[in-house]
């Protein structure tokens, strides 16, 4: 079945929404999934992986630098193994007063395949990595591939993380989606208190071509101010939409 750029990301959404309905825990999860900020708050926090590449630099160092130059506030999500191989990159962000950095999972896993223990350590790996060589301690989490369940929940719970999901998908990491579907995309799906998530890691293959655009169309055009998920979850000073009873699965670094 071919699909225009358009009905393909539609088409890609309406799928995660199905997985996530599929895969619901059950009535005991413990701790909430964070997938968009208060509705009266009128900014987006804009979100980028950091997954880790077999290939390639890893880095997009052109987006970045539009990021810093426009003073676009953001967070970053990194796994243990990219936080490994990409020191000064790291260094760079973390020095940025307008940057968050949480993290992505020790080794980038699926974390609904693993044991709570397995999981645990997953996780912990790369939080204990960014604190003890970059000095940064987190609570932000991001599932890699954007899958977990209620072990996950009670292992994040445990950990003093909160998981942090997205309520726009960029679908930045599928090569068959031109740079004007995925812009128009995002634009007509932000809303108030929106979390999209792009990469950052050279595997968001025309993220530094869309961002620019995106920002003339609804920080420049329309106002909207760009929090990190910390900021956002403050914003207006009214509580965030906190999700308990969700699982989702769906997202990778390859895929939407």
């Known amino acids: 079945m071919h699909f225009g750029s358009g009905a393909r990301i539609r088409f890609v959404g309406l799928t ?11 009535a005991e999860s413990a ?15 804009l979100t980028f992986d950091l997954c880790p590449v077999q290939s390639g630099v890893g880095f997009d160092a052109p987006l970045v630098t539009f990021l810093e130059e426009h003073r676009v506030h953001a967070t970053f999500f990194a796994s243990g193994k990219w936080m490994a191989t990409h020191d000064a990159e790291l260094r760079r962000l973390i ?29 912990r790996g790369a939080i204990a990595l960014l604190e003890d060589r970059f ?23 445990a950990a003093g993380q909160t998981v942090v999901m997205w ?6 990491p599928d ?6 579907a995925i812009t128009d995309d995002v634009v007509s799906r932000a809303r108030n ?14 993220t ?40 989702y699965s769906g997202h990778d670094g390859r895929q939407p």
């Open 167 to 172: 309520s726009v998908v960029s679908g930045d």
């Open 16 to 26: 995660l929404a199905l997985a996530a309905v599929a895969a619901r825990p059950t």
């Open 208 to 247: 530094s071509e869309v961002l620019p655009a995106i920002y003339q169309r609804l920080v420049v055009a329309k106002g909207f101010g760009t929090d990190t998920i910390s900021e956002l979850r403050g914003c207006a000073g009214v509580p965030v939409t906190l999700v308990p009873d969700q699982s």
């Open 95 to 123: 020095a940025h007063p307008f940057f968050e950095i949480g993290t992505h999972g020790q080794t980038h896993a699926h974390m609904r395949t693993l044991t709570p223990d397995a999981q645990s350590a997953e996780m």
């Open 175 to 180: 090569p068959k989606l031109s740079a004007s």
């Open 135 to 157: 000095g940064v301690h987190t609570q932000l989490f991001r599932p890699p591939y954007g899958e977990y369940n209620d072990d996950t929940l009670r292992v994040a719970e």
């Open 31 to 45: 701790g909430p999934v964070l997938t968009r900020g208060s509705a009266s708050c009128h900014a987006l926090a």
């Open 193 to 206: 208190g929106s979390i999209v998530i792009f990469h950052a890691n050279g595997r968001g293959w025309r």
